[in-house]
């Protein structure tokens, strides 16, 4: 089975700094129809999930262009120029190339510092 | 506008029975390959299980394999989780999303708790 980690797991951050988080994958996650199906999600607090990127880097409509998504094979990253209030909440790696069986990773705790 | 709307959510004893609806809308329901995700109290998001448009093609997390099934109703626009000889580890919020592999949609989630 594929296993996502990602890290950290906690992210303090100052309003106005960077912020990147990691998502790293036990099996290559480019499939063989050349595509590589990592998503990211951002879960606000008290919210439902909420897509950011399909297809390590394709922004969904919405998402402000201070996020963006990057990376390939076997490691990929979700970076923010400059965090906001609103950014706060858990990001969350998703991996589709092996579907059906599909997976999540463990989640990375945004917060303000 | 798409709309994914679970109920059926409550509390339950272990070893109970529990059965998720989620409708849906502003979409094409009969192409659409459906997913239950779930996420424990204080815990990430854990994929359930997948089926395809027709109803014949189902696919489970291990950990609910022969507990749980995933069933629709195409004229309803209706997506199913009947959950079975459920225990504390069950409890979480049951999430539907669409489509399986991009999961762009999302409802807003049902409660389950299991507990005595």
């Known amino acids: 089975d594929v296993v996502l980690t990602q890290s950290p797991l906690s992210l303090p951050v100052t309003l106005g700094q960077p912020a990147s988080i990691s998502c790293r994958s036990s099996?290559?996650?480019?499939?063989?129809?050349?595509?590589?199906?990592l998503h990211w999600f951002q879960q606000r607090p008290g919210q439902a999930p909420r897509r950011l990127f399909s297809?390590?880097?394709n922004r969904d409509s919405g998402v402000p262009d201070r996020f963006s998504g990057s990376g390939s094979g076997t490691d990929f990253t979700l970076k923010i120029s400059r965090v906001e209030a609103e950014d706060v909440g858990v990001y969350y790696c998703?991996?589709?190339?092996?579907?059906?069986?599909?997976?999540f990773g463990q989640g990375t705790k945004l917060e303000i510092k | 506008e798409v709309q994914l709307v679970e109920s059926g959510g409550g509390l339950v004893q272990p070893g109970g029975s529990l059965r998720l609806s989620c409708v849906v809308s502003?979409?094409?329901?009969?192409?659409?390959?459906m997913t239950w995700v779930r996420q424990a109290p204080g815990k990430g998001l854990e994929w359930v299980a997948n089926?395809?448009?027709?109803?014949?093609?189902?696919y489970y997390v291990d950990s609910v394999k022969g507990r749980f099934i995933i069933s629709r109703d195409n004229a309803k626009n209706s997506f199913y989780l009947q959950m079975n000889n459920l225990t504390a580890e069950d409890t979480a919020v049951y999430y539907c999303?669409?489509?399986?592999?991009?999961?762009?949609?999302w409802g807003q989630g049902a409660l389950v708790t299991v507990s005595s």
């Open positions: 502003g979409f094409t329901f009969t192409t659409a390959w």
């Open positions: 998703m991996q589709g190339t092996h579907w059906p069986l599909d997976t």
């Open positions: 099996q290559s996650l480019v499939h063989s129809d050349g595509n590589t199906y």
């Open positions: 089926m395809d448009p027709s109803g014949n093609t189902k």
């Open positions: 999303a669409t489509p399986s592999r991009w999961l762009l949609y």
């Open positions: 297809k390590v880097s």
